[in-house]
């Protein structure tokens, strides 16, 4: 196969992916096993796949959207099961685990964080702490 065409096919399958994960990863019932039925993949053929394209697995990639997305959700929900959920972890555990791995803190010192910080933008995050400065970053 010509290279323009390879090419043509990974972007595809990016959007493919991308899109589907969009769509799905706020649902706790949306597993790495449903979105590689959906791609019709095997599971140790995805892993290169997933790596060449994102440089990351598919639980890996799914993991990273929720935890994204609870960024969001944490200034705004007043419980944070309610964050955990909404981005589509199935509990609080796995929530907790994830988001402290990710970012340094749990959750609840994140939100606790934000709340006693005095210059917030649109996002809820502090423009001036570092901490804060630092994630809304990397959020964007």
């Not at 609870?70 to 929900?77: A, H, R, T």
Request: glycine share 4%.
């Amino acid at each position: 196969m010509e290279k323009n065409k390879l090419m043509y096919l990974r972007e595809e399958l990016k959007s493919k992916i991308e899109h589907e994960v969009k769509l799905q990863f706020r649902s706790h019932t949306f597993t790495v096993d449903k979105l590689l039925t959906y791609l019709k993949m095997n599971n140790s053929y995805s892993w290169g796949v997933f790596y060449d394209i994102f440089s990351m697995s598919p639980g890996t990639l799914l993991k990273t959207n929720r935890l994204l997305y609870s960024l969001k959700l944490i200034p705004k929900e007043n419980k944070l099961h309610n964050s955990a959920r909404l981005s589509g972890f199935s509990n609080m555990v796995a929530f907790r685990r994830a988001f402290k791995s990710e970012f340094g803190v749990n959750p609840c010192e994140f939100k606790n964080a934000i709340k006693h910080c005095d210059k917030k933008n649109g996002n809820g995050f502090c423009e001036s702490c570092f901490f804060h400065r630092t994630k809304a970053e990397e959020s964007v």
